[in-house]
């Protein structure tokens, strides 16, 4: 007979007490010396150890002195125990680590003023930080030559250091055997299996992992310096599984998106799908200035104007909306108040790609639903559906919030009463628009989208809009205060979002600093995981 | 016997009693000369008593390490409800090593003997013999001889009509040296790449298949039958100086000596006698400079060392080196010591398994350094910076590969010094001042 197993209460885990050059930390057991040193602040030096894979203890960069230890100990790999003393920084700790410093630079072309990973290298930092003076070194450098691994990823071998996080995160979280470690002594390196190329659909992490500058995409490959960089935290518009990440510009052009560590979305990686998939943010035949029909023409004006007249155009009629799904809640929110004051609706349709699970993180995926706030977008009250007029009426105001509405002809909207525009880019619908209201897309923006775990997660401003273009919560704030509302002016994304906290039960009590940039599960969703 | 010279009335053969003979090949042979007696005889015990039995008799591992063969077994729990394992290390790569080759070739039966009670003591559920890969002749001995004792039910479901089970294996290596540490072996018996892994935890916890697993050299099992046939007191008695160190033991002779070879003395022999009774002293006109007793990552013994060495583990250690492997390597005063540190530094350099940042590079580092002292482009700086690289190599690693380049640098420069520096100064260069307008 089968038996219903009883989810047992998580036990407290026995904490130990230990002193990590001079400061006490208190640690679960089983913790590593080196994870209990970033409790207490402390960063030891480290290359093979990362906390998204197992531990190898192969660098013996993280050595370090327990005190009654006959030998140095590799932190990474050295339980945390009751009363252990640990000296990070005494003589013969930084001894032994200056000495594998040195190993690792004899073979090391030293070439960083051409390499693209300088500026974020560790083996620069720990070299800056404790290196040694001068190399002893008087014999030539072993030379191997670079190599393509297929997809996105090149192999610059000769600064390999052979920290095998490349291997470990393609053997032990993608589940995809097809980097190991070529032959044995100084003539090791890391090669791809015959037949097979690094294709993975996760296997751009492997750059990121890469603590130095052997592994690099050749997409960002000499696009900028690590120092010429402005980073700004935000979500993987990509698809629904909302990854945090660090998107980065220079000049004010996105150049790269990095993950950013979220223990509860996606750990320390991001799919390959997510982060090639940018360019668009720079397309450059966007919406500058607010445009209104002036009798067969679409004519350019200021903001007022351009506000009353899609104010006029909405007046006394029903409203339908098509939405993106990748508008943040604070815009979606106000379209459902514009919505609902005309006793509209509205929907909106989500592409969809093929799933590409990354096996070793639970429930971490390449979702079909390849847009980041189809989730949000239900909460607030719009139609998922395949057909984006789906419930529009005849005569209805059709407000278009950044959708292309791909497949649509312009004849297909004759029944409409009015058309409004407001987004990012000008669609061939726009043309019989009453007015064009150009706005910030994701990265010139700040809000929130909710992913499909519905975790409500932040995304942050990484550059100004193009031309007087504002964010989409600011062009509805003002377009709802020209239709009457008293309640509805807003000069910051985060009043939206109080607001929205406020008139919505499923956002009850959050704001920006309660989310922070981790996120929280809208109210409702808990254990959706 | 000091095979293939004729044994010497000072040797103690026990495990080389039977070296040079083709009878004992065979299943019919070995048995004639009371083969397999002795698993009989264990299988009628409990495992437990067995290990007592080994414990008392002071067996020490064979390997090189020299840990008690009895405490090892000691930590295994039969009955714990894990499978267990043991691990017959065949991989005999120490450069100067060739005894467990012997044994195999001659005796293979007394291996598998000695791997079935050793199965049966730790309770294990298979037993593997992972033989080197350059081992051609004794793979198919010993293949042969577990064929032979399968065929015969000697192992099996049905071990000697006992009812109980002995399973045993063989694994033949890929020709790394690397895989005779244990945790090699293991990863490699397992199908990965044959690198060491961090201990703790230890294959006692953790093994082969994340199992309790034993691993023991093939010289300290063949050691087993003997000791259950006769008694751990004989065993014990056979002691010449610390009565830590008890039993025979072979070392494997080689290098610049006049009969090289295989011999077994009781431990505590007096090292000067056998390297000149037992093995015949210099060639002809030539005296001895040096000898590494134990395979070549041990230190080095000058003459004078060697000559007050009694030949057990403490003795060794006395006098600056380690018992090792066993595997006595001979220089006369023919030989450049550089030239020979150098070749060995090289061996290193080319079985590093490349995981440890030190032994990668400073195996590499160290070998580059003194092929340049031998060829005569050395440096005033480079002995400092290859005690500087040796310094670096020694206890930080995984395992100990990089520690063992070390030793003999270290002990070389340490013993030798001269022999470095009238190669050096050979090119010292003189800079002349520039003057001074």
């Not at chain 1, 945390?80 to 004899?106: C, N, P, T, Y």
């Not at chain 1, 004051?341 to 509205?346: I, K, R, S, Y």
């Amino acid at each position: 007979m089968a038996t219903t197993a009883q989810p047992t209460a998580p036990s407290t885990p026995k904490m130990v007490t230990l002193t990590i050059e001079g400061r006490q930390v208190t640690v679960p057991e089983g913790t590593s010396i080196l994870e209990a040193g970033k409790r207490a602040g402390i960063l030891i030096p480290h290359y093979c150890y990362h906390p998204g894979l197992p531990v190898a203890g192969v660098c013996r960069m993280c050595l370090v002195e327990v005190e009654k230890a006959p030998k140095l100990a590799p932190s990474c790999a050295t339980a945390a125990a009751d009363g252990q003393v640990v000296h990070v920084h005494s003589e013969k700790a930084r001894a032994a680590r200056e000495g594998v410093l040195e190993m690792l630079l004899i073979n090391h072309p030293l070439d960083c003023p051409i390499c693209d990973q300088a500026g974020e290298c560790e083996l620069q930092d720990y070299t800056y930080q404790e290196g040694p003076k001068e190399l002893h070194l008087k014999d030539p450098k072993r030379f191997h030559p670079a190599e393509d691994f297929g997809g996105d990823i090149l192999y610059v071998t000769n600064r390999c250091i052979l920290c095998t996080r490349c291997v470990r995160f393609m053997d032990d979280v993608a589940h995809d055997t097809v980097l190991n470690v070529e032959e044995r002594g100084d003539r090791a390196v890391i090669g791809v299996f015959e037949g097979k190329e690094v294709t993975n659909p996760w296997a751009g992490n492997i750059v990121d992992l890469c603590p130095v500058g052997a592994l690099l995409s050749k997409d960002f490959l000499n696009k900028a310096r690590a120092w010429e960089i402005d980073r700004a935290p935000s979500i993987c518009p990509g698809c629904s599984q909302g990854c945090n990440i660090m998107l980065e510009t220079r000049d004010n052009a996105v150049v790269r998106l990095q993950p950013r560590p979220n223990d509860e979305v996606n750990k320390y990686f991001m799919c390959d799908h997510g982060r090639l998939d940018y360019r668009w943010i720079d397309r450059t035949d966007r919406v500058q200035f607010p445009l209104v029909r002036d009798g067969q023409s679409l004519v350019a004006t200021d903001w007022d104007p351009a506000i009353a007249a899609a104010s006029k155009a909405i007046a006394g009629k029903r409203i339908f909306v098509a939405a993106s799904p990748n508008l943040s809640n604070e815009s979606l929110f106000l379209l459902s108040e514009l919505m609902r004051a005309g006793n509209g609706t509205g929907a909106f349709t989500v592409p969809t790609g093929p799933e590409a699970p990354l096996p070793g993180v639970e429930d971490l995926s390449l979702r079909a639903d390849r847009a980041a706030n189809g989730r949000g977008a239900e909460t607030l009250g719009f139609r998922r559906s395949a057909n984006p007029l789906d419930g529009m009426n005849d005569g209805d105001a059709l407000i278009i919030a950044d959708c292309e509405l791909d497949g649509i002809a312009p004849e297909q909207l004759a029944r409409t009463g009015s058309v409004v525009v407001i987004g990012t880019t000008f669609p061939q619908i726009a043309r019989m628009a009453s007015a064009v209201l150009p706005t910030a897309n994701f990265a010139e923006d700040e809000g929130t989208f909710t992913n499909l775990r519905g975790r409500v997660q932040r995304f942050t401003q990484a550059r100004p809009a193009p031309g007087v273009a504002r964010p989409m919560w600011w062009v509805l704030s003002d377009l709802l205060t020209a239709t009457g509302r008293t309640d509805a002016t807003f000069f910051l994304a985060s009043d939206v979002f109080a607001a929205l906290g406020k008139s919505h039960p499923a956002f009850a009590g959050m704001t920006y600093d309660s989310l922070g940039l981790r996120g929280a599960i809208m109210a409702g969703a808990e254990g959706a995981r | 016997m000091g095979y293939p010279n004729p044994v010497s009335p000072q040797e103690t053969p026990v495990l080389s009693q039977y070296f040079g003979n083709q009878e004992t090949i065979s299943l019919d042979g070995w048995r004639k000369v009371g083969g397999y007696a002795a698993l009989q005889k264990a299988l009628g015990m409990t495992p437990a008593e067995i290990v007592d039995v080994v414990k008392a008799s002071g067996l020490r591992g064979r390997g090189g390490a020299g840990f008690p063969t009895g405490v090892k077994w000691s930590f295994m729990k039969p009955g714990d409800g894990r499978p267990h394992y043991l691990c017959c290390n065949a991989d005999e790569s120490e450069p100067g090593t060739f005894k467990d080759r012997e044994i195999m070739r001659w005796t293979p039966h007394a291996l598998v003997e000695g791997c079935a009670i050793g199965s049966y003591a730790i309770g294990a559920e298979t037993c593997y013999i992972y033989i080197r890969g350059e081992f051609t002749e004794p793979l198919l001995r010993v293949r042969q001889a577990i064929k032979e004792a399968y065929d015969a039910g000697i192992l099996g479901a049905n071990a000697m009509g006992t009812g109980k089970r002995i399973d045993i294996i063989v694994h033949k290596g890929a020709g790394a040296y690397i895989c005779g540490e244990e945790t090699a072996l293991m990863n490699s018996i397992e199908g990965r790449r044959g690198n060491p892994r961090i201990k703790p935890p230890f294959p006692a916890v953790s093994g082969l298949f994340a199992q309790p697993t034993t691993i023991n050299n093939v010289e300290t099992l063949a050691a087993v039958p003997h000791i259950i046939n006769r008694g751990a007191d004989w065993y014990k008695s056979m002691c010449l100086s610390n009565p830590k160190s008890t039993g025979s033991k072979l070392f494997s002779v080689c290098g610049n000596i006049a009969r090289p070879g295989n011999y077994e003395v009781v431990l505590g022999f007096s090292f000067k006698e056998f390297l000149y009774d037992l093995c015949g002293g210099p060639p002809k006109g030539r005296s001895f400079k040096a000898v590494i007793p134990g395979g070549i990552s041990v230190p080095i013994q000058t003459m004078e060392e060697a000559e007050a060495t009694k030949m057990d583990y403490e003795g060794f250690i006395e006098q600056g080196s380690m018992l090792g492997s066993g595997g006595v390597i001979v220089f006369d005063d023919q030989q450049s010591m550089v030239k020979q540190i150098a070749r060995a530094a090289r061996f290193f350099a080319h079985e590093s398994c490349a995981q440890c940042t030190q032994c990668r590079e400073g195996t590499a580092w160290t070998t580059r350094i003194l092929e340049r002292i031998r060829d005569g482009e050395g440096t005033a700086e480079d002995l400092d910076t290859l005690l500087l690289i040796a310094d670096n190599m020694t206890g930080k690693t995984i395992c100990v590969l990089s520690d063992s380049c070390a030793t003999p640098v270290v002990s070389g420069i340490k013993k030798f010094r001269s022999e470095f520096e009238a190669l050096i100064k050979k090119t010292t260069f003189h800079p002349v001042t520039a003057a001074v307008a």
